[in-house]
């Protein structure tokens, strides 16, 4: 297994667009939302094999007390390779010593992000 994880090379909208288009929760955003998302970013992870990006994943931070994982996402074709792991790991490593850090996930995927130390609250989550 040969790639490279990259926490200061941003990718192109065009290469996050590919990825997202893979996902059911991400593959209408459109180009120029993605650039600017891009523009706004200051803690993520790529991973590129051949210069191509196959995996990423973001977070949203004050800095201190709050962070949001986000987007963590390796394409279809790289699955169960443990970039998922690698993607996590690296995003938690920049947000060392964040109070709290919180992230949305699918039930299927709890046990994986239980692995780093994530656990289910009984909470209201609200969305607008």
């Known amino acids: ?35 600017k998302m891009l523009e706004n970013l200051t803690v993520f992870v790529t991973i590129r094999e051949n210069s ?6 973001r977070a949203i931070s004050d800095g201190i007390y709050r962070a949001l994982v986000d987007d963590i996402i390796v394409s279809s074709d790289n699955q169960k390779r443990g970039l998922g792991k690698i993607i996590v790991e ?12 919180f992230l949305n996930t699918k039930p299927e995927l709890e046990e994986f992000y239980k692995k780093f130390g994530f656990n289910k609250v009984n909470t209201i989550t609200m969305k607008k």
Do not use: V
């Open 1 to 35: 297994m040969e790639f490279e994880t990259n926490t200061t090379d941003l990718p192109s909208e065009k290469e996050l667009k590919k990825l997202f288009s893979q996902t059911t929760w991400a593959s209408k955003r459109k180009n120029t939302d993605i650039k």
């Open 52 to 57: 191509e990006l196959i995996g990423f994943g």
């Open 90 to 101: 690296k995003l938690l490593e920049q947000l060392a010593g964040i109070d709290e850090i």
